[in-house]
């Protein structure tokens, strides 16, 4: 069983930067694609970020684009996601998911979320 824990989140000013982590467990993730998404208060959840483990394949939502970076180091089994110039309007709480594109277009593991609060 895959197991996702976020860490980073925080109370940050407008233009700040923060790293969110994702440490992953349970698997050899040779095959996944990670992503990060958001749900912000009364809004739906949204896709943020996703990269595969091989790292060579990255995709961004238009908000983030060029502000937010997704990595990550295969031997600490972590997912990274770099968040700079963030914005009010980045205030969430940040998830990482996890799927085996080969089985499954939908991700199928998620981590418990760590809040993101951006003042201005």
């Known amino acids: 069983q895959v197991q996702l824990v976020e860490s980073g989140g925080g109370l940050v000013q407008a233009g700040a930067s923060l790293r969110l982590s994702c440490t992953a467990s349970?698997?050899?993730?040779?095959?996944?694609?990670f992503g990060w998404f958001r749900q912000a208060p009364g809004k739906e959840r949204e896709f943020v970020a996703s990269?595969?483990?091989?790292?060579?394949?990255?995709s961004y939502a238009d908000s983030v684009k060029g502000r937010f970076t997704v990595s990550r180091d295969a031997a600490k089994n972590t997912v990274f996601l770099q968040m700079h110039s963030l914005e009010p309007e980045d205030t969430a709480v940040y998830y990482c998911a996890a799927k085996e594109p080969f089985y499954s277009s939908q991700y199928t593991s998620w981590g418990q979320g760590t809040q993101v609060t951006v003042s201005s």
């Open positions: 990269i595969t483990w091989s790292g060579d394949i990255t």
């Open positions: 349970g698997r050899t993730f040779t095959n996944y694609r």
